[in-house]
């Protein structure tokens, strides 16, 4: 049984950091991308970062970019996002995600096969 486990969540001050981090256990996942996507209140959950489980490659969403950081560790089956410079429009539910077809820059919901239960972020200006 495929299961995404989020911790690292909590309350935050504006510029302050977190890292939010997601167990992955049931499967190899090394052919997979894995992403993390978020949802705040009222709105649609949304993409925000991506990574190829095998060689490393990330993308990520415009707002993000130059404050979040994915990555992998791939003895823990752990997937990271490290989010620096928190803004109060940060505030969210963040999900990690799996992605059994690795290719590409997929960052719509329904491409994902796998969900964790989500980890609340709060960013207090």
């Known amino acids: 049984q495929v299961q995404l486990v989020e911790s690292g969540g909590g309350l935050v001050q504006a510029g302050g950091s977190l890292r939010l981090s997601c167990a992955a256990s049931?499967?190899?996942?090394?052919?997979?991308?894995m992403g993390w996507f978020r949802q705040a209140p009222g709105k649609e959950r949304e993409f925000v970062a991506r990574i190829r489980w095998s060689s490393g490659r990330v993308y990520y969403a415009d707002s993000v970019k130059g404050r979040f950081t994915i990555s992998r560790d791939n003895v823990k089956n752990t997937v990271y996002l490290h989010m620096n410079s928190l803004k109060p429009e940060d505030t969210a539910v963040y999900y990690c995600a799996a992605d059994a077809a690795a290719w590409g820059t997929r960052a719509n919901l329904d491409e994902y096969d796998y969900w964790g239960q989500g980890t609340q972020v709060t960013v207090s200006s």
């Open positions: 049931g499967r190899t996942f090394s052919t997979y991308a």
